[in-house]
């Protein structure tokens, strides 16, 4: 099976955390402080099953999503979608000051927000993982992280204590996407003047997002958004700097590396689970495009 970190394996951040609290299937709250050894559950590409949420008040720390290497310092806000892979690789942590946040998907579901107090499409299209993060913001999220936290270690979980849940982690989203706000509100314009174009790079990179597994093919999407394949390759490379083909690509091969690496699954099996006719087409294209055999990649 697939490596999915889930609330039940993320548990074991317990025996690293100097507060740790949990809401049955809900959420998660850590708070991971002077770590005198590796994030083991995180020392390898782990795939999220839930939204992540790390504030960090003190230290830094590396991160990697989707095998790119991000840097977390002293007041910065890391925000991790489901399904992603992230791994935390060599870090000395003993200097670290990490507020941390798991929410299941299934819980996301229930959490009230309304998306027309905010253009979503900029917050996607302009997204990233890492931000940061003024004092007084910092200090309002850890306040909702602390009432969070409080709220898990209730006695007794009622309908009450899941309705605080969720208000309280509608209030936190709403103060993440006010921050992201700010910074968008600092960067130029670039796509006001396009919208529709803006929209097909966003549609395109979503439907890849749902859909790489099963289909590799530009014409594939060029179909889904009814655009040639020509007009969608100029428009994502205009907005991005990569061909569509590259970003159809990288997604497929991150999850090969993935699947090949540490879902125990045999190279013919991969094969299968990401749609290629038998393993020898899927061999082909993957040292294509990486240099090397799957089976080699696997032994490494």
């Known amino acids: 099976m697939e490596n999915y970190l889930t609330l039940n394996n993320l548990g074991k951040l317990d025996a690293f955390a100097t507060t740790f609290s949990r809401l049955e299937d809900k959420y998660m709250v850590a708070r991971l402080k002077g770590i ?31 095998m790119i290497p991000y840097h977390v310092k002293s007041n910065s806000l890391l ?26 998907q299934e819980f996301l579901l229930d959490v009230n927000i309304d998306l027309n107090t905010i253009n979503i499409r900029s917050l996607i299209e302009k997204q990233t993982p890492v931000l940061s993060v003024s004092d007084d913001d910092t200090n309002k999220l850890i306040k909702f992280i602390d009432l969070l936290d409080l709220n898990a270690r209730e006695p007794e979980s009622t309908v009450f204590t899941t309705n605080v849940a969720r208000s309280l982690l509608a209030g936190a989203f709403y103060q993440i996407l006010s921050i992201n706000f700010k910074r968008l509100s600092k960067l130029p314009d670039e796509n006001a003047s396009t919208p529709r174009r803006s929209t097909y790079v966003h549609d395109f990179m979503r439907l890849v997002h749902l859909n790489y597994t099963q289909h590799r093919s530009l014409s594939f999407y060029a179909e889904q958004l009814y655009i040639t394949p020509k007009y969608l390759t100029l428009l994502v490379k205009e907005a991005t700097g990569r061909s569509a083909t590259q970003w159809i690509n990288d997604f497929v091969i991150t999850e090969a590396k993935n699947l090949l690496r540490f879902s125990g699954k045999n190279v013919q099996q991969v094969a299968y689970a990401l749609n290629f006719s038998n393993q020898s087409a899927f061999g082909k294209y993957f040292k294509h495009l990486t240099g090397i055999s799957p089976t080699a990649y696997q032994k490494k």
Do not use: H, Q, W
């Open 79 to 104: 925000v991790i979608s489901p399904r992603m892979l992230i791994k935390t690789p060599g870090n000395d942590l003993s200097r670290l000051d990490l507020y941390v946040l798991f929410v299941s």
């Open 36 to 66: 005198a050894r590796p994030l083991e559950p995180l020392e390898k590409p782990m795939r999220m099953s839930c939204m992540t949420i790390m504030l960090c008040r003190r230290g830094s720390m590396d991160v990697e999503l989707n």
